[in-house]
């Protein structure tokens, strides 16, 4: 079926270095994108979204970039922090399939 | 704080046990959900309501029942439940229900319920 997923279950970067992390979805008909992160003890906390009709959305140190060509987005976090330690999870807006999420560390 | 509570943040439970998960949402949002998050598996949607009324049930199993009052509270009951249904129970809401809009749908949730069956 439709699926959202994310390419690696585990990143570890230097904190102060920027952080990508990728996901992939089937649903070409799929319009909108939500990130979410969640800490540890913690739900899921949505962090930024993207309709289909752009092809990059900037945040506070956060950048959200979709390329429908291939069916891909990804989340760049800049001069990743030790609070940025989370899942995170991408989402399409009209289906509930959140995937098993990529897991940053980020090392001190 | 999300807006979303849920209660009790631990429940230990036996397999003959009945308990009660609580949600409360105090965003004056219109769609409830309930998730099962195990280790090491997606996010599991377990069901949805919308106005109260429930719009998905995702093949869950009955002893699961979920309440919804009103547009504020959700409850899951729970009956005789397995092993296997140890997890993160969590709650979310949003605006408005599935497929009313896209940034509507942005969900907010709780801290979730860590629930363990012996």
């Known amino acids: 079926g439709e699926s959202v997923g994310l390419h690696l279950p585990t990143l570890s970067v230097q904190e102060g270095d920027n952080s990508i992390i990728n996901c992939a979805y089937s649903n070409s008909a799929s319009d909108y994108f939500i990130w979410y992160k969640q800490e540890s003890g913690k739900g899921p906390q949505f962090i930024i979204d993207i309709r289909s009709n752009m092809d990059k959305r900037q945040g506070q140190r956060v950048t959200v970039l979709l390329n429908k060509t291939v069916k891909h987005l990804s989340l760049q976090i800049a001069a990743t922090q030790p609070g940025d330690s989370a899942v995170y999870f991408c989402?399409?807006?009209?289906?509930?399939?959140f995937g098993t999420g990529t897991s940053l560390t980020v090392i001190p | 704080e999300t807006g979303v509570t849920q209660t009790p943040r631990h429940l230990v439970m036996g397999m003959t046990n009945k308990k009660s998960l609580k949600c409360e949402q105090h965003l004056g949002h219109n769609a409830m959900y309930w998730y099962k998050q195990s280790a090491k598996k997606p996010l599991e949607l377990m069901f949805v309501y919308s106005l109260e009324e429930r719009v998905e049930n995702n093949s869950v199993p009955s002893r699961f029942s979920p309440e919804c009052p009103n547009s504020s509270h959700l409850f899951l009951h729970l009956h005789t439940l397995q092993p296997e249904d140890s997890a993160l129970y969590l709650c979310?809401?949003?605006?408005?229900?599935?497929?009313?809009?896209?940034?509507?749908?942005?969900?907010?949730f709780g801290a979730g319920t860590r629930l363990s069956v012996l």
């Open positions: 979310a809401s949003s605006q408005e229900g599935p497929f009313r809009g896209a940034h509507k749908n942005i969900q907010y």
């Open positions: 989402a399409e807006s009209d289906q509930f399939y």
